[in-house]
C-alpha cells in the first residue's frame, strides 16, 4: 500500500496562473478531504467528499473546486492562484465507517508558493 | 460550528520528564477526538484518539483524558525522548460526521 499520495511536493505560481494539486490513495477509502496548514493557524478543511460524485465545501473554500469521479482520486484545482493561497496543502482519507469519525491518513503535503 | 483552541503553542521538556497539551472545544455534539503528530516535513500522523464513552486512554508513554463536561481534552506523554520533538495537533469530531476541526498546534521541544 502507498497510503496517501500527492502530486506535485512543490510548485510555484504566479498570480492569476490556475493548476490542479493531485491526491490519490489506495486503501479503498470512502471519504477524503483537503487541507491547507498556515503558520499558527493548524490545518483548515477546504473541502472533503464523502464518496465518488459527493463533494461539499468545507471551512476555506474560496478559490477552490475539487471533483470526486473515481474513489481513488480527488484533485484539488485552484482557479486564479492568489498569494493568499500560498500554504501546504494536505490530503486526507478515511474509512468512514457506520461506527463514526475513522483514523484519518494524510498525504506528504505539497508546498505551493504564489507570487 | 466547532471550535477548538490548543495551549501551550511551544512547550520545551527536559529529556525524561512529562509533557501536557491541552485543548477545549466548543460544540457539545463532539464526540471523537485525535491527537496527530507532524514531523518536520510530513503530514500528520494520528498517535492516539479518544471517544466520548470513555474518560482515559493509554498506548505506552501517551495517554489522553477527556472531560466531558468542562469540553476539554489532553495529551499526556511521559518519559520524553528527542524523537518526541514534533508539531501536535489536537482535533475534534461529531459522531457520524468525519469532518475534523483542529487546533492550532503545539510545537513540543525534548532538551536532551
Known amino acids: 500500500n502507498a497510503g496517501v499520495t500527492q502530486t506535485p511536493k512543490f510548485q510555484v505560481l504566479k498570480t492569476g496562473q490556475s493548476m490542479t494539486l493531485q491526491c490519490a490513495q489506495d486503501?479503498?477509502?470512502?471519504?477524503m478531504s483537503w487541507y491547507r496548514q498556515d503558520p499558527g493557524m493548524g490545518l483548515r478543511l477546504i473541502h472533503y467528499s464523502v464518496g465518488a460524485g459527493i463533494t461539499d465545501q468545507g471551512e476555506v473554500p474560496n478559490g477552490y473546486n475539487v471533483s470526486r469521479s473515481t474513489t481513488e482520486d480527488f484533485p484539488l484545482r485552484l482557479l486564479s492562484a492568489a498569494p493568499s493561497q500560498t500554504s501546504v496543502y494536505f490530503c486526507?482519507?478515511?474509512?468512514?465507517?457506520?461506527?463514526?469519525?475513522?483514523?484519518?491518513?494524510f498525504g506528504p503535503g505539497t508546498r505551493l508558493t504564489v507570487l | 460550528g466547532e471550535n477548538v483552541e490548543q495551549h501551550p503553542s511551544t512547550l520545551s521538556v527536559q529529556e525524561g520528564d512529562s509533557a501536557v497539551i491541552k485543548c477545549t472545544y466548543s460544540d457539545s455534539a463532539s464526540n471523537y477526538f485525535p491527537w496527530y503528530k507532524q514531523e518536520l516535513g510530513k503530514g500528520p500522523q494520528l498517535i492516539i484518539d479518544i471517544r466520548s464513552n470513555v474518560g482515559e486512554k493509554k498506548d505506552q508513554r501517551i495517554a489522553v483524558t477527556l472531560n466531558k463536561t468542562a469540553k476539554h481534552f489532553s495529551l499526556h506523554i511521559t518519559e520524553t525522548q528527542p524523537e518526541d520533538s514534533a508539531v501536535y495537533f489536537c482535533?475534534?469530531?461529531?459522531?457520524?460526521?468525519?469532518?475534523?476541526?483542529f487546533g492550532t498546534g503545539t510545537r513540543l521541544t525534548i532538551i536532551p
Open positions: 486526507a482519507s478515511s474509512y468512514a465507517a457506520s461506527g463514526g469519525p475513522d483514523t484519518q491518513y
Open positions: 486503501m479503498n477509502h470512502e471519504y
Open positions: 482535533a475534534a469530531a461529531d459522531f457520524g460526521n468525519e469532518k475534523l476541526t
